[in-house]
């Protein structure tokens, strides 16, 4: 069987499974079985072997039951950043990276991403401001650790700490920051059961908070940001009034929403006084 017909049959498989994005699923994890690209996959005119049909079938299989497509080829590309990513670690999301936009219009000299996860935020803020210096802070061991690798495999110098948002940073850093940048969790409990099944799949750590995190890191930030300094962090639906407000009553100015691609109030950015 030729691929086009292999992935004609399993995007309708994934479809019926309510899988999101069936045909870029199959495409992905056809392409991974057969160590190709997408234009490797449609010219390719030889049907798959018995081991490689094997392989795609269980990977269908897993992808069926809302096992992340990441999860399954083990990498998430980011910005311009291919990142490796495990069960038990968030995902980044595209989404996000409106919040690499904005924390990129601050020009930091010494930034801080707090709840790193893989190390998206950081990474992308050092790759595409080399200059920078940038820390990173993670709660899990298992984020801190693999932050660390793909700080190493990228070759992008960022400092990763263990510990709860802004605790792990040196005393010396005290009022000299430029940015605290933050992707925290705020999915609610009431709303975490409609989120889709891959999504489900990170842990509770990440994804579970509401705005409390947000509240924490505008009643903390001032202490370690430089008059001025932006305090950048991504919202839910629904949160950007609230967290505006949250931002205003612990003394920032400029508070400001920027919204994503599809329309959504994304990111919500303002400066210490």
């Known amino acids: 069987m030729r691929p086009s017909d292999v992935l004609h049959r399993a995007t309708a498989n994934l479809e019926r499974h309510g899988v999101e994005s069936p045909r870029t699923s199959a495409e992905v ?12 996959l449609y010219a390719r005119a030889e049907g798959l072997s018995t081991a490689q049909a094997r392989a795609f079938g269980r990977a269908l299989c897993q992808r069926c039951t809302g096992v992340p497509l990441q999860h399954l080829t083990g990498t998430q590309a980011f910005r311009h ?5 495990r069960p038990g670690v968030f995902v980044p999301r595209p989404e996000t990276e409106v919040l690499v936009d904005v924390a990129l219009q601050t020009i930091p000299g010494l930034a ?3 709840g790193t996860g893989t190390g998206a935020v950081a990474l992308a803020v050092r790759h595409e401001r080399p200059r920078a210096t940038v820390f990173a802070t993670d709660l899990s061991p298992e984020s801190v650790a693999l932050a660390k690798e793909n700080a190493r495999r990228l070759g992008l110098e960022v400092t990763v700490w263990e510990g709860d948002l802004l605790a792990p940073l040196p005393p010396e850093l005290e009022g000299r920051i430029d940015l605290v940048v933050s992707n925290p969790p705020y999915v609610s409990e009431h709303d975490r059961a409609s989120l889709p099944p891959e999504v489900r799949a990170d ?10 995190v947000h509240r924490r890191l505008a009643a903390e930030s001032p202490r370690w940001l430089r008059p001025g300094g932006a305090l950048v962090v991504e919202v839910g639906d629904g949160q950007a009034d609230e967290v505006r407000a949250i931002f205003s009553e612990h003394g920032f ?6 919204r994503d691609l599809a329309g959504r109030d994304r990111v919500v950015a303002g400066f210490a006084p």
């Not at 079985?33 to 490797?40: I, K, N, P, S």
């Not at 950043?81 to 990513?85: D, G, K, R, T």
């Not at 842990?203 to 409390?212: E, K, Q, S």
């Open 253 to 258: 100015g400029g508070v400001h929403v920027v």
């Open 112 to 114: 801080v991403d707090v």
């Open 203 to 212: 842990p509770v750590l990440a994804l579970l908070g509401g705005t409390t």
């Open 29 to 40: 994890l056809l392409a991974g079985v057969l160590e190709t690209d997408r234009a490797g």
């Open 81 to 85: 950043l291919e990142l490796i990513v």
